[in-house]
């Protein structure tokens, strides 16, 4: 038992000190945040199309009267949809800035020199007899638990939240963010401002059609605005709540509590 507690020990000490963990996790990180970015962009663009035709009138006269159909209030809907959705883009920014500065904290030096000075005297613990005080042994292991949560928990949530996102998520993502570009493209080709503006349209079949499109539209942008909306509250404010959730049970628990010191020694005492 000793030996295998020494050996995952001193891994863990290694790992503490290589620079590859630590690049990786900033680097899924990064890619988290211009996700983020991107779907924040292409909402945005959107909404920017939608203000733009908010003013936008199709007219036709059916039976010699002249009849306005408003584009503006038949995207309101959506419009709203996207207002909401930038909401949670904001609270997925925060999010991620707050993730960077646990991740930061655990890179920083002093925090990998601690871990692994803890690391080494725990090891120490283990093998030498004159020093396995019981007080001694629940502060090192205390003192071991508390750094490798700053250590290591952000770099293992992060890992995690990829895990979740590749294996879940990313095929809807990939999809929300392709229909939403089309969209934008469609609206813009199918009314047009400029031509609105200086044309009626007298062909009530012609318009019809359009509204019938707008309509389909619409509603398929608001499906897929709703789908990246699950995504990052998903991803980006459910998940990293359970990460605080465990990182301050498992804080408090190092710090306060129980550690049957006799279990451990009768286990560390033991040759093998």
């Known amino acids: 038992m000793k030996i295998f507690l020494t050996l995952i020990i001193v891994l ?19 890619t988290s945040f211009q996700r983020s970015l991107a779907a924040f962009g292409i909402a945005k663009a959107l909404n920017a199309v939608i203000s733009v035709f908010q003013g936008t009138e199709l007219s036709f006269t059916p039976i010699g009267m002249g009849v306005n159909v ?31 500065f646990f991740l930061l904290i655990g890179t920083k030096l ?27 042994i629940v502060i090192s292991i205390r003192l071991f638990i508390v750094l490798f949560i700053f250590r290591f928990a952000t770099i293992l949530f992060i890992y995690f939240n990829q895990f979740v996102y590749t294996s879940l998520l990313q095929d809807d993502y990939d999809k929300a963010s392709v229909t939403l570009s089309q969209t934008n493209q469609q609206l813009d080709k199918e009314f047009n401002v400029e031509q609105a503006g200086e044309h009626s349209i007298k062909d009530m079949f012609d318009v019809n059609k359009k509204l019938e499109t707008l309509k389909s539209t619409i509603d398929d942008a608001s499906r897929q605005i709703i789908t990246l909306t699950t995504i990052f509250v998903l991803s980006s404010i459910i998940l990293p709540l359970l990460y605080i959730w465990i990182f301050v049970i498992s804080i408090r628990f190092a710090i306060v509590g129980k550690i049957e010191t006799e279990t451990i020694l009768q286990l560390i005492t033991k040759q093998t």
């Open 12 to 30: 863990l000490s290694l790992v503490s000190v290589t620079p590859y963990v630590d690049t990786a996790a900033l680097s899924l990180h990064d």
């Open 70 to 100: 408003s584009i503006g209030e038949i995207l309101d809907p959506l419009n709203d949809l996207i207002e909401r959705f930038s909401w949670v883009m904001l609270a997925a920014t925060i999010s991620l800035g707050i993730q960077k």
């Open 110 to 136: 002093f925090v990998q020199l601690a871990f692994f000075l803890s690391a080494m005297f725990l090891v120490m613990l283990l093998w030498i007899k004159k020093i396995q005080d019981h007080r001694l």
